[in-house]
């Protein structure tokens, strides 16, 4: 009989779709709990193409993480430490530069810079540093600090958000990634990050950057303790905001790795999972243009099936990822543009090198 109800709320949701309805609440939970895999890739499949066509999105980036020193220390998170702990790092002025310097060299065109919530690193410094990457790599674009960081700069500051947002804006910042949302749910953030900034508090700065002119991502990470229904209220409150701002370029669904973190004793997602949040993503998140299936968590082969289910964009070459790995991530660390082109064509779908803003660089032409 649930089955049977499972298969009724699904014909539901298609009805809807086929009507040119927004989803809501109750959809987004029967898209999430259905067994029907297949059937939402389909429904996920037809809403992603009807928006690129057959186009599939990657940039030329390098990761550059500047400093693991974090006082929030949350349950997920494999990535930080404390103070002098054993495997704390903060990169110096030149270690930054080096990697920038390298990277501009090989031809990327984005440098995704985020750290931990270094007490000692300040405001100024976060500036100065985009300044001088500005300068050592004019043509990258600099997404830079999550919504957290942000928070943290202008809290030890004194001063206020938009201030610091403008202050970046002005040393180079271009964008902002879409980290440190985890899931907004309160119940979950006081379980697995409770020294975090709250959801509303990150939901501001991307408002206030998207009012300032700034882009920036949304994420969401899951599969760690919260429910189908905390995922759903989540996403709903993304495009919320999006139909506020519409500042948002592309939803990234984050895989929980549980190894090396204080929850390691939870499973993590399964890759039914994986491709049920990236379809139920698409289709829930209308004013959403792009979601990606960021390989580095999934894996290359699921990112690859991903774009069946919704995902129109792999990310990019990555060029050094650190926080994922330190949680027992297996992928590689980087991952070429000719392998990228590769996925993308044998997916039967047309690669696309992207700058940070979803201009079009390149389009490769189909295999032949």
């Not at 709320?9 to 309805?21: D, H, N, Q, S």
């Not at 070459?317 to 590769?342: D, K």
């Not at 997916?347 to 295999?367: K, M, S």
Request: contains cysteine; proline residues 3%.
């Amino acid at each position: 009989m649930a089955a049977e109800a499972q298969v009724d709320r699904l014909a539901a949701v298609e009805a809807k779709v086929a009507r040119g309805e927004r989803l809501g609440f109750e959809d987004g939970v029967a898209l999430l709990a259905s067994h029907e895999l297949l059937r939402v890739g389909r429904l996920a499949d037809a809403a992603c193409r009807s928006k690129v066509g057959r186009k599939v999105f990657f940039v030329r980036n390098r990761h550059i993480n500047y400093s693991n020193v974090c006082g929030n220390r949350c349950a997920f998170c494999a990535f930080s430490r404390s103070e002098g702990e054993d495997g704390a790092f903060v990169l110096s002025r030149q270690e930054v530069l080096d990697k920038a310097r390298s990277a501009s060299a090989g031809g990327v065109s984005e440098f995704h810079i985020v750290g931990g919530e270094d007490p000692h690193f300040t405001y100024e410094q976060a500036r100065a540093m985009l300044a001088d990457l500005r300068t050592a790599a004019p043509g990258v674009t600099l997404t830079a600090f999550t919504a957290s960081e942000i928070a943290h700069f202008a809290e030890a500051g004194g001063c206020s958000v938009s201030e610091v947002l403008q202050g970046l804006k002005h040393a180079g910042l271009g964008s902002l990634p879409g980290g440190g949302a985890e899931v907004f749910a309160q119940r979950v953030r006081d379980l697995v990050c409770p020294r975090k900034v709250t959801a509303e508090r990150w939901l501001d700065v991307h408002r206030q950057a998207h009012r300032l002119g700034i882009p920036s991502n949304a994420t969401m990470l899951y599969g760690h303790v919260e429910t189908v229904e905390e995922r759903v209220d989540h996403l709903l409150r993304l495009r919320e905001l999006q139909d506020e701002t519409g500042g948002f370029q592309a939803f990234i669904p984050l895989a929980f790795h549980p190894a090396n973190t204080r929850l390691a004793h939870l499973p993590g997602p399964t890759g039914t999972e994986d491709l049920k949040v990236v379809a139920t993503a698409r289709l829930l998140l209308d004013n959403f243009t792009h979601i990606k299936a960021y390989w580095v968590m999934l894996g290359i082969k699921l990112a690859q099936v991903a774009l069946y289910f919704g995902a129109d964009d792999l990310d990019g070459t990555i060029l050094e990822e650190v926080i994922t790995h330190m949680a027992g991530g297996t992928t590689q660390q980087a991952v070429s543009v000719g392998e990228i082109v590769r996925l993308v064509r044998q997916a039967g779908r047309i690669p696309v090198e992207r700058d940070t803003f979803y201009r079009e660089l390149h389009t490769y032409a189909e295999a032949g």
